[in-house]
């Protein structure tokens, strides 16, 4: 797997129901985001969450990271229809004066009304 | 406040053609990034730039993409003699500093015929 990919790479469910995207790695990262893309066009940060927590919520997001698993996972609850995006993660490996954040190919969630 | 921007968003060149792509990041943002993302792909990183240190080109494709940015805000992206294989949309991002969440703009389509 390349760095950064999630699973899987589309999920359909209906409003009212909950949505697990899982993102897995390959090397050791300083932080782990989220990011939603609507209409193929900018996207938007949801959550980062920093390799020394495992944790972290906002609203109905609920960002999980196991580093010993090289894995994240990213759930929403309750899903509305308004949710139907792609979700990307994304890892930033950077070092020294060396920028770098990698993203994934993304998960394509469909919420049916 | 006002958000990124980018110029134009939409852009049709013929090949051979040199195009220019224009980011005005979030004010006050010392950290600014370009990436592009093909259809259905993730996101590519291009450049990275901090404050007024040299930017990070690990990213570049090739020796016809170059950046500036000028004096450590806006920032344009130029493909020289475009092929059809740069087709794209180009995305950028500032954050406060690097390693924090990016605010990324609505992006530039670019088609290259």
């Known amino acids: 797997s390349q760095q950064g990919e999630e699973d899987p790479q589309a999920l359909s469910i209906q409003e009212g129901e909950n949505a697990t995207m899982n993102c897995s790695y390959k090397?050791?990262?300083?932080?782990l985001q989220w990011y939603r893309q609507n209409s193929g066009r900018g996207l938007v940060h949801l959550i980062l969450?920093?390799?020394?927590?495992r944790e972290k919520h906002s609203g109905r997001l609920r960002v999980t990271l196991d580093t010993s698993k090289k894995s994240s996972s990213l759930l929403i609850t309750a899903s509305r229809a308004a949710d139907t995006a792609s979700y990307f993660c994304?890892?930033?490996?950077?070092?020294?004066?060396?920028?770098?954040?990698?993203f994934g190919k993304g998960t394509l969630l469909t919420v049916n009304p | 406040g006002a958000g990124v921007s980018q110029s134009p968003s939409n852009k049709v060149t013929e090949k051979g053609k040199d195009v220019e792509l224009r980011c005005d990041p979030i004010?006050?943002?010392?950290?600014l990034y370009w990436y592009r993302q093909s259809l259905g792909q993730g996101l590519e990183f291009l450049i990275y730039?901090?404050?007024?240190?040299?930017?990070?080109k690990s990213g570049l494709p090739s020796d016809r993409f170059s950046a500036e940015r000028t004096g450590g805000s806006v920032s344009t992206l130029t493909i020289q003699r475009t092929q059809q294989e740069d087709s794209a949309v180009y995305l950028c991002?500032?954050?406060?500093?690097?390693?924090?969440?990016?605010?990324f703009g609505p992006g530039t389509r670019l088609t290259v015929t």
């Open positions: 991002a500032s954050s406060p500093l690097r390693g924090y969440e990016q605010y």
């Open positions: 090397t050791s990262i300083n932080n």
């Open positions: 969450i920093r390799s020394n927590e």
């Open positions: 994304a890892t930033d490996i950077s070092g020294g004066s060396n920028y770098k954040l990698t």
């Open positions: 004010s006050g943002h010392t950290a």
């Open positions: 730039f901090q404050g007024n240190s040299a930017p990070d």
